[in-house]
């Protein structure tokens, strides 16, 4: 079946727990993709270029969530939605028959802050991610205050990432790209400094576009990242020394830093000049922030 959005989304919707979704189911999986939306209305990012035509799906399941009440695939102090995330994610990880270290997540913006968010959460392998908001203030350097509204909405169930991540026995595996946008280069400089604390894998790619854009991360920068964290990110043991659990030799903190030349313009203005995305729609309107 060539691409419809509308067949895809119903015949592969998910309902569970009051939040909606779309899975790619695989038999024999390898591994678990999530992949969590940027702010947008109905708005599934990326679900189309994983889309096959034969409908099925060889070694790769795949789980799209969505937040359309912004509010960081959190939920807020009258309704926190933490633990229902949790749940759908570990219900998939059931039916992909995976455990934590085959999973990874994925998301740009609001979604790159879930991503990390809840890899750290559940200790799952990897986060792969874009120009995410990481902490509150850095959103304040915004160009328009919704970012900051959004999180205030959020409540106490919000954490700087850059903290967070120090709460579990261990760091997930981190690529992160960001560009020139300063709340997006505030945001992630702090971050990976954070990052590289503790024993930790991050690789941070420094791009030169000037506005902030969803839509960056590519599909081959994905799976690149999920072979190289499968084949080398997680066969050591880099749990802090602080950690509940029995205490593995410490090992040196990895990490690498990738500055590039100016490339093609992926911001979202460039996007609209150029009139084309990596199959955006497709992601129903990629260029909302």
């Known amino acids: 079946m060539k691409w419809d959005s509308k067949y895809v989304r119903e015949k592969y919707k998910v309902h569970m727990l009051g939040q909606h979704g779309i899975y790619f189911p695989c ?11 940027s702010m947008g209305k109905d708005r599934y990012d990326r679900y189309s270029w994983f889309w096959q035509e034969e409908e099925r799906w060889a070694e790769t399941a795949y789980l799209f969530l969505k937040d359309d009440s912004f509010n960081y695939f959190l939920g807020n102090d009258e309704k926190p939605l933490t633990q229902s995330f949790r749940k759908i994610i570990l219900h998939h990880m059931t039916l992909a028959s995976v455990k934590e270290d085959r999973v990874f997540t994925v998301g740009g913006s609001m979604g790159g802050y879930a991503a990390i968010y809840y890899a750290s959460l559940m200790q799952l392998n990897g986060a792969i991610v ?41 760091i997930p595996n ?19 400094d954070a990052a590289l604390e503790g024993p930790s894998l991050v690789i941070a790619r420094k791009a030169d576009w000037d506005g902030h854009t ?52 992926h911001t979202i203005e460039g996007v609209a000049r150029a009139g084309q995305h990596e199959s955006a729609e497709n992601d129903e309107s990629m260029g909302a922030l």
């Open 214 to 265: 969803v839509d960056s991360l590519s599909k081959t920068t994905i799976e690149s990242s999920i072979c190289f964290f499968e084949n080398h990110g997680f066969g050591e043991v880099r749990q802090r020394p602080d950690a509940a659990v029995s205490q593995p030799e410490k090992l040196m903190t990895k990490s690498v830093i990738v500055q590039e030349a100016p490339r093609q313009d």
């Open 174 to 192: 981190i690529y992160i790209e960001y560009g020139n946008y300063r709340a997006d280069r505030l945001a992630a400089e702090k971050f990976i």
């Open 27 to 37: 038999e024999n999986a390898k591994r678990l993709v999530v992949l969590f939306s």
């Open 130 to 170: 874009s120009n995410p908001q990481l902490d509150y203030a850095s959103t304040r350097a915004h160009s328009f205050s919704n970012w900051e509204r959004q999180i205030r909405q959020v409540g106490s169930q919000w954490y700087d990432l850059g903290e967070f991540i120090f709460k579990w026995p261990r």
